[in-house]
């Protein structure tokens, strides 16, 4: 009787204690890694439309439906809306979910 009563004792501890805080952590993993994915391919699309183009917004669009707040802004701070001349930085930054992140990235052509 000893063994099941131990037995349910430590089942209860993991499902009270432990068992939320890797379900957490897990979670936490899985939002980061979306940030990041996302972070990735937008940088990847405005190097590659040469900026804020339609095809940027639209994209930009799609994933504020998802929970998505993305900025494009210069090197000065000032919002980008369109496309951008060779050389300059456009910087993005994305706010999901309580996480926060920026990137860059420098148009190499137009």
């Given amino acids: 009787m000893g063994e099941k009563t131990g037995f349910l004792t430590v089942l209860l501890l993991f499902a009270i204690g432990i068992f939320p805080i890797l379900l957490n952590t897990f979670t936490s993993q899985v939002n980061s890694s979306k940030v990041l994915t996302v972070s990735t391919e937008i940088q990847q699309l405005v190097t590659a439309e040469g900026g804020v183009t339609d095809k940027v917004k639209k ?25 951008v001349d060779v050389g300059k930085e456009v910087v993005i930054n994305y706010k999901f979910n309580g996480f926060e992140t920026s990137n860059s990235t420098i148009i190499m052509k137009r």
């Fill in 59 to 83: 994209t930009v669009d799609k994933l504020e439906d998802q929970g998505y707040h993305i900025e494009f802004t210069d090197s000065n701070g000032n919002p980008v809306t369109g496309k």
